[in-house]
């Protein structure tokens, strides 16, 4: 499909305001995904909040250039390159990882985030770590644990001393 320079500009600006909004942008190259593996990587991406495109170079490229994204490598934008704009970082890193494994021509390049380019061995790491949920779920699970064990200790005398007046009781009996 050949667009005109104006469209190609509006497409432009348009990727940059959802680039800023979101603050995550992956990188990833698709060289020889079929349709309908990027459309299942579409469905498996989509609970993340992550968008899945596929763009021209030289749009996306204007696009992180207006987001005011600097340090962009030009290695980024060789090749068939889609990228992933938004959601939960650490969870579309593990989606895409994921992916990755099961499907061999999706290669991670790299990824922006929160003004930080993260290689694609560091976006490996992201996936490990977990989702924001996950992490605030173990977190609460070890809260919780830490103050139910406080409550036993402080019970304890009180628990003690109804036994020893039990045992008292019983013995005058």
Same mark, same amino acid.
């Given at each position: 499909?050949?667009?005109?320079?104006? @469209?190609?500009?509006?497409?432009?600006?348009?990727? %940059?305001?959802?680039?800023? &909004?979101?603050?995550?942008?992956?990188?990833?190259?698709? $060289?020889?995904? !079929?349709?309908?593996?990027?459309?299942?990587?579409?469905?498996?991406?989509?609970?993340?909040?992550?968008?899945?495109?596929?763009?021209?170079? %030289?749009?996306?490229?204007?696009?992180? !250039?207006? #987001?005011?994204?600097?340090?962009?490598?030009?290695?980024?934008? @060789?090749?068939? &390159?889609?990228?992933?704009?938004?959601?939960?970082? #650490?969870?579309?890193?593990?989606?895409?990882?994921?992916? /990755?494994? +099961?499907?061999?021509?999706?290669?991670?390049? %790299?990824?922006?985030?929160?003004?930080?380019?993260? /290689?694609? #061995? $560091?976006?490996?790491?992201?996936?490990?770590?977990? /989702?924001?949920?996950?992490?605030?779920? !173990?977190?609460?699970?070890?809260?919780?644990?830490?103050?139910? $064990? %406080?409550? $036993?200790?402080?019970?304890?005398?009180?628990?003690?001393?109804?036994?020893?007046? +039990?045992?008292?009781?019983?013995?005058?009996?």
């Amino acid at each position: 499909m050949n667009l005109t320079k104006e @469209q190609k500009v509006e497409k432009s600006k348009n990727l %940059s305001k959802e680039i800023k &909004t979101a603050g995550v942008l992956f990188f990833v190259s698709y $060289q020889g995904l !079929k349709f309908g593996d990027m459309a299942e990587l579409r469905t498996v991406l989509a609970p993340t909040g992550a968008k899945f495109r596929v763009e021209r170079n %030289s749009i996306v490229g204007f696009a992180v !250039k207006n #987001a005011g994204i600097e340090g962009a490598d030009a290695k980024l934008f @060789q090749g068939p &390159t889609a990228i992933a704009v938004g959601g939960d970082v #650490a969870a579309v890193a593990k989606e895409l990882v994921d992916f /990755s494994k +099961k499907f061999e021509a999706l290669k991670l390049r %790299s990824c922006f985030c929160d003004g930080v380019w993260y /290689s694609e #061995a $560091q976006v490996k790491q992201l996936a490990s770590i977990g /989702s924001k949920t996950d992490n605030l779920s !173990k977190l609460a699970g070890a809260l919780y644990g830490v103050v139910a $064990q %406080s409550a $036993q200790v402080l019970q304890a005398p009180i628990r003690d001393l109804a036994y020893v007046l +039990k045992a008292v009781e019983n013995s005058k009996n």
